[in-house]
């Protein structure tokens, strides 16, 4: 009977990339088990995350069912030194970075007693995207650069490190949903620093205009919403790179704000693919009494193309995003806004 290895990716993964992805998945088709396992390298400094918030930052990965995540202070709980039944799996871009590897199998055979290793060629694709590239992109909210490299959440973590923030989050909804009131009731009493997608929009109107020969954008957004969300997507992102770059500067932000980036459409176009994988929706039954209220009919057409709660939740479970769900038909009362306040700040 031939002996079973226990076969492990072992990296500090600050953050798992799409990169790290292929190679997890290239794996799993050879190997019955993998095991991911953060650790730390002695030989680099300044990790941006814990080894739990990499583990943490895996589980949003669309991983493989035979794909586990471990700290390494966990593995070494369940195993005894030296590692003998263990075999390192290793991606390679390049001949060059194999030869690079020679002190990371010298780590792992000096210090840990692994003498089996199986090396996976990264993807081409893959071959420029790296955890550094990643951090660097955050640091400099290049939203752009960082879309497809990870997943939506990883991209939560990277810009709420980069920011120096406690939490930042999407607020979507329905039109007459009353997201704007209650970003405000948030930011009465709370450090909530707040992005209005709707303004960016509205700046961006003359070259809608130009590009589609119209006059009259709203018009043109009920006959094709879609054509015009395909062309403002990458200029509406480079307004909110602009915006983040600037609050930056700011001096405004600190560990404890909390980041509201109101987009009523964020689920449907994706937007969360660039904004990160934290979501708030405002839920309500009032929608039309609240646009009759506040005398804007032409928001009616609007209600049936942003998606519902249920079409949210679906959107949310399959792009692994954290939601929360704030019902605003009830009287809000300072106790509600304390307890959403509570809630956003731990998720």
Not at 23 to 39: G, T
Request: contains cysteine; glycine residues 4%; positive net charge.
């Amino acid at each position: 009977m031939k002996k079973k290895y226990f076969a492990v990716i072992p990296g500090s993964f600050c953050p798992p990339t799409t990169g790290h992805l292929s190679i997890v998945k290239e794996a799993s088709e050879i190997f019955d088990k993998v095991n991911i396992v953060c650790s730390r390298n002695r030989y680099k400094k300044d990790y941006w995350f814990s080894q739990e918030e990499c583990a943490a930052m895996w589980q949003s990965m669309d991983l493989p069912k035979n794909a586990n995540v471990y700290t390494f202070g966990k593995i070494k709980k369940m195993f005894s030194l030296p590692f003998k039944d263990f075999i390192v799996i290793r991606g390679i871009r390049d001949i060059k970075n194999m030869h690079e590897e020679k002190r990371s199998l010298l780590i792992s055979l000096e210090e840990f007693g692994v003498d089996k290793f199986f090396f996976i060629f990264g993807k081409e694709k893959h071959k420029d995207i790296s955890s550094a590239k990643l951090r660097y992109m955050a640091e400099y909210m290049d939203l752009i650069g960082m879309k497809e490299k990870t997943s939506p959440l990883v991209i939560s973590y990277l810009l709420e490190k980069a920011l120096n923030i406690k939490k930042l989050f999407i607020v979507s909804g329905k039109t007459g949903s009353g997201k704007t009131r209650i970003i405000n009731e948030l930011s009465k009493k709370h450090p909530v620093e707040y992005i209005d997608v709707d303004e960016l929009v509205r700046e961006l109107h003359p070259i809608v205009k130009e590009h589609f020969n119209a006059d009259d954008v709203l018009s043109l957004v009920k006959s094709r919403p879609d054509e015009v969300a395909d062309f403002l997507e990458i200029p509406l992102i480079e307004k909110i790179q602009e915006k983040l770059i600037n609050l930056k500067k700011s001096g405004r932000l600190d560990k404890d704000t909390i980041l509201m980036i109101e987009c009523a459409y964020g689920l449907k176009y994706k937007i969360f693919k660039y904004l990160g994988g934290r979501i708030l929706y405002i839920d309500s039954s009032e929608l039309k009494k609240r646009i009759i209220e506040r005398k804007t009919p032409q928001h009616m057409e609007f209600i049936n193309k942003i998606p519902g709660l249920n079409k949210s939740k679906k959107i949310c479970s399959s792009n692994k995003l954290n939601l929360i769900v704030f019902n605003n038909d009830e009287e809000i009362e300072e106790g509600k806004i304390e307890e959403l306040y509570l809630e956003l700040k731990g998720q």
